[in-house]
């Protein structure tokens, strides 16, 4: 399995995460499955309904939820998954991320060290199909 996003919305999610710094910036990604790779067409930037509390925790505003999916009609596209970003820590999934996580999904971990979109320093993904297992990191591809 592999995430491919699409440059354009990468800029997109990498704005996202450097405006928010030092705070967890968080979203929908939004595409199409391809045999085993994971088209990402659509970043949506949504709010963090743990805002500035802390740096480990996102949750995303359900209304967020309900427009990524009233968009995935409109434009015949599917919820992968969701990006969120840990400032000035490693792109590894926190326990808070792993407990709060559902399956399918595709889990995209942003690790910036500032607020400039240049400052993000690695960007991974994972699958955390149940609670128990370790998560199944899959690969990125911008293009
Ligand atoms: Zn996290």
Not at 86 to 108: L, Q, R, T
Not at 109 to 127: A, E, Q, T, W
Request: charged share 25%; glycine share 4%.
């Amino acid at each position: 399995m592999s995430i491919i996003i699409t440059k354009s919305e990468f800029e997109i999610i990498k704005k996202h995460a450097a405006d928010t710094f030092p705070y967890e910036a968080c979203g929908g990604l939004l595409g199409r499955i391809e045999g085993d790779s994971r088209i990402v067409v659509k970043a949506y930037p949504a709010e963090n309904r743990y805002g500035k509390i802390t740096w480990d925790s996102f949750e995303i505003e359900p209304n967020d939820i309900l427009n990524m999916d009233k968009l995935c009609v409109k434009e015949n596209l599917d919820i992968l998954g969701f990006y969120h970003t840990h400032p000035n820590h490693p792109a590894i999934p926190s326990n808070f991320d792993i407990n709060a996580s559902w399956p399918f999904y595709s889990y995209v971990i942003i690790s910036l060290k500032g607020n400039s979109p240049d400052n993000v320093i690695d960007i991974r993904s994972y699958l955390m199909a149940d609670r128990i297992s370790e998560p199944v990191e899959e690969k990125v591809i911008i293009k």
